[in-house]
């Protein structure tokens, strides 16, 4: 079937601001559904690959990997959608399927590597694939997840990246009843870490650099905030936490998030530093403490999420913005014009949303 013309939101080159642009979605293949896009989430790492911060971007890009909408085609072997089937796409749409990551579920750790949603070599069309800031998406309904009915489509879509990104080191690392579980940050990640962290019956305590943010934290559900700031209030924790979610994205201390580990537990770093970060050998040698890492997760793993949160009745905290606020919105601190690039708004007086 030939490739259909659909209307994005997206960029042909790294300075140029982001604009209306045609794009083309694949024919429908026979396990394939397409889904008209009711909403997709903004997550840092589009502003990541908008900026190139980490090389390797394909032009043209369209960002948007936390993907909420309606079935509107099943190709004819289809056998676990329909059409009017609410449904998502999240970071993940193609793997081999075959290498002993994805025979585990992993797909996200896929050995021939995975095919993400957006700005991944498309084997279909050529060229890189195109994300959620567009009308439609096509996709093998393997990579397609279930959207419960009870979850409000707006704010389930962050769940797509950021809720999978917390909930899969929470259950590794089995959070839970007699547990007590940090969070340090509270951004995209940090709060959804919170909510699920305390859904799977943890003490929650999350530790932040904003005085601001200590009642953010208390009406999010944790039982304590910890200004990391203070010395005293850190002190209280040493040696008692089982799990540290780190979803800071800046370079920062993570000896100090360490220290605070009971034996055998771990700081598992969810946020994305672009600088080294250091570890001191005795943070880790004393107590037998480690420091980790964790990436989103596989497609069965997510839909186990998705159904999670429907069952607590957890979703993201969001701001609904039209896509034609999507280059320069103030109130959510950023700025993807020309002048401001994705950088946090700070009074740039050459900002485009200024004119």
């Given amino acids: 079937m030939e490739a259909k013309v659909v209307k994005a939101f997206g960029t042909e080159a790294l300075n140029v601001p982001l604009h209306t642009m045609n794009i083309k979605r694949r024919g429908l293949q026979s396990h394939d559904i397409e889904m008209e896009i009711l909403f997709c989430g903004i997550c ?15 032009f043209p890009i369209v960002p948007g990997h936390e993907i909420v ?62 994300g959620g800031f567009s009308e439609t998406y096509v996709c093998n309904e393997k ?23 917390v909930y899969s080191p929470l259950k590794h690392w089995q959070a839970g009843p007699g547990k007590i579980v940090g969070v340090s940050g509270i951004g995209g990640l940090g709060h959804l870490a919170i909510k699920i962290a305390k859904a799977m019956g943890a003490h929650v305590v999350v530790f932040t650099t904003s005085p601001s943010k200590v009642e953010d934290a208390k009406r999010l559900g944790a039982d304590m905030a910890v200004l990391s700031s203070d010395t005293e209030q850190m002190k209280k924790y040493s040696g008692k936490i089982h799990l540290i979610i780190d979803t800071v994205s800046a370079k920062h201390d993570v000896n100090a998030y360490l220290n605070l580990l009971r034996h055998d537990g771990s700081v598992v770093l969810v946020g994305l530093p672009p600088e080294p970060l250091e570890i001191l050998s005795f943070s880790i ?35 609904l913005i039209g896509v034609d606020e999507i280059r320069s919105n103030k109130r959510a601190g950023y700025c993807l014009c020309e002048s401001c690039r994705g950088s946090v708004v700070n009074g740039n007086k050459h900002c485009e949303s200024n004119e």
Avoid: W
């Fill in 143 to 165: 990579y397609v997840l279930h959207v419960p009915e009870t979850l409000d489509l707006a704010s389930a879509a962050p769940l797509l990246c950021a809720g999978i990104t």
């Fill in 69 to 130: 909408g309606k079935v509107i085609r099943v190709g004819e072997h289809v056998s676990n959608f329909k059409i009017g089937d609410l449904a998502a796409i999240g970071c993940i749409v193609d793997s081999c399927g075959k290498c002993e990551s994805c025979q585990d579920d992993l797909e996200h750790f896929c050995d021939e590597g995975v095919t993400f949603s957006f700005n991944s070599p498309d084997k279909y069309l050529g060229g890189a694939t195109f």
């Fill in 285 to 319: 040698v004393m107590g037998r403490r480690s420091f980790s890492g964790s990436n989103i997760g596989g497609i069965a793993e997510t839909q186990e999420m998705l159904n999670f949160c429907a069952m607590h009745n957890i979703m993201a905290d969001i701001e």
């Fill in 44 to 58: 840092h790492s589009d502003l990541h690959q908008i900026k190139n911060d980490f090389g390797g971007i394909m």
